[in-house]
């Protein structure tokens, strides 16, 4: 795990801890419909390395019923209970960019800590690094979301 000193300030990093098991943790990151109810609904997602989705980014309340974006994502790494990464590219950008998402489990106690990481901004850009700051604040929502399916 990286420590608060090695914090790279490109990437969005996120540690949080769940009173739940890691495997239960795993299911949360994995099962569609439990995915769906904590980020977005997916389409062709296995937790499988080599699988391409897409998750279709939900429409605004008041808006068309389209969804009003498509993230293409392609399982990297899938290691049950310890570690799931993506590359993730958002299709509807006007200039878009290629991030490696990874959720890292680990044992902590009868629970785990995750780190989730999103990394790829070239924070030299100033498109790319509101595109940082907006990730963090939409992970943290998401985090929360996620701590909620857990409870429930």
Known sequence: MTSDAELDPAAV???SFFPQAPRKVW???T???LVERWLMRSVGFTPTVGTHFIFAVPTQPTGPAQPIGEIA???LAARPAEQLTLAWVDLRARYPARWIVDWTLEPQGRGTRLLLTQTGFDIEDRRQKMA???MERAWKSALTRLREVLEN
């Open 73 to 75: 994502c392609e399982v």
């Open 13 to 15: 990093e996120i540690g």
């Open 27 to 29: 299911q949360a990151l």
């Open 31 to 33: 099962n569609p419909p």
């Open 132 to 134: 940082r700051n907006a």
